[in-house]
């Protein structure tokens, strides 16, 4: 097996945590998807920093096998960032809207 940059590797492993971070989240239930917002927000920062690394190490990248590496982290990484941002969009009025109606419960115009 030709040898990695250890780089690579870490890359690597950042995108894959990210990418199960996000599934777990998004496939989790709460009673409201509000609770996922930041979170995800969180998320899809993070994996905007790795789609940035990746593109970073793919600039100096030495041979095919790092390369191949890179590009699998840029795929789980931007599928991660596609899919937490869709949620966040997807949920946003609802969540907007029901912050609305608590913050008018709570506080009555007088």
């Given at each position: 097996?030709p040898?990695?940059r250890?780089?690579?590797?870490?890359?690597?492993?950042?995108?894959?945590?990210?990418?199960?971070?996000?599934?777990?989240?998004?496939?989790?239930?709460?009673?409201?998807?509000?609770?996922?917002?930041?979170?995800?927000?969180?998320?899809?920062?993070?994996?905007?920093f790795?789609?940035?690394?990746?593109?970073?190490?793919?600039?100096?990248?030495?041979g095919?096998?790092?390369?191949?590496?890179?590009?699998?982290?840029?795929l789980?990484?931007?599928?991660?960032?596609?899919?937490?941002?869709?949620?966040?969009?997807?949920?946003?009025?609802?969540?907007?809207?029901?912050?609305?109606?608590?913050?008018?419960?709570?506080?009555?115009?007088?």
């Open positions: 097996m040898r990695t250890s780089g690579s590797l870490a890359t690597l492993v950042l995108s894959v945590l990210l990418a199960a971070g996000s599934i777990y989240m998004l496939l989790t239930r709460p009673e409201l998807p509000c609770e996922k917002r930041a979170p995800l927000t969180v998320l899809a920062t993070l994996g905007a790795v789609v940035a690394l990746a593109f970073r190490q793919m600039a100096s990248s030495e095919r096998p790092q390369t191949r590496i890179l590009i699998l982290c840029l789980l990484s931007a599928g991660a960032l596609f899919a937490d941002v869709s949620f966040v969009v997807k949920h946003r009025a609802f969540c907007n809207q029901v912050q609305q109606d608590l913050d008018r419960l709570t506080h009555p115009p007088s």
